[in-house]
T-cell receptor, first 116, second 114 residues
């Protein structure tokens, strides 16, 4: 089966510009996650969707970050305007959403963002 | 609040030697625990997970981990390291108070010397 797809793989922008990332989860997976992984750290959850509803966005900087999951499938994560500290790898993951807390999350390859 | 601590940001072993990566967790409820591996420029791949069944969990690529409640630990081991095991390893706990999001440790980079 196809894995989680993300694009672009790499993006370089200047501060105050905007950027968008796209994620296509594994077919049939109800739950979708966006994580931010800063160099040398573990991933940190930004937002979690169950179908097209938000389950958790407590750590999403809402003044500059936004995310949507239209029709409960693909998702986009946007940053506007970007700051230097947004330089990180943005990982998308998906899970079936059936077993809940013990669900295995499947990760995409990530988008490496560099803000200059 | 649940949390995970990985002891040692870098571990180096010789090929064929035992691999031991340490993880301690903090949780007020029985935890669900995970080990993921990340190869350079790739996403995370699940090695194994503990979901309150057997305390010794076997995963892919010859890795296993043992859940020890008394020590609040979930250390990852492999009897004999291969060069291909060189990667970043992350321990994570599922946050049972917030929809099962994963809370990750800071990671341990494993190097394997020939």
């Amino acid at each position: 089966e196809a894995g989680v797809a993300q694009s672009p793989r790499y993006k370089i922008i200047e501060k105050r510009q905007s950027v968008a990332f796209w994620c296509n989860p594994i077919s049939g997976h109800a739950t979708l996650y966006w994580y931010q992984q800063i160099l040398g750290q573990g991933p940190k959850l930004l937002i979690q969707f169950q179908n097209n509803g938000v389950v958790d966005d407590s750590q999403l900087p809402k003044d500059r970050f936004s995310a949507e999951r239209l029709k409960g499938v693909d998702s986009t994560l946007k940053i506007q305007p970007a700051k230097l500290e947004d330089s990180a790898v943005y990982l998308c993951a998906s899970s079936l959403g059936i077993t809940g807390l013990a669900d295995t999350q499947y990760f995409g390859p990530g988008t490496r963002l560099t803000v200059l | 609040a649940q949390s995970v601590t990985q002891l040692g940001s870098h571990v180096s072993v010789s090929e064929g030697a035992l691999v031991l990566l340490r993880c301690n967790y903090s949780s007020s409820v029985p935890p669900y625990l995970f080990w993921y591996v990340q190869y350079p420029n790739q996403g995370l791949q699940l090695l194994l997970k503990y979901t309150s069944a057997a305390t010794l969990v076997k995963g892919i690529n010859g890795f296993e981990a043992e859940f020890k409640k008394s020590e609040t630990s979930f250390h990852l081991t492999k009897p004999s390291a291969h060069m291909s095991d060189a990667a970043e390893y992350f321990c994570a706990v599922s946050d049972q108070n917030q929809g099962g999001k994963l809370i990750f440790g800071q990671g341990t980079e494993l190097s394997v010397k020939p």
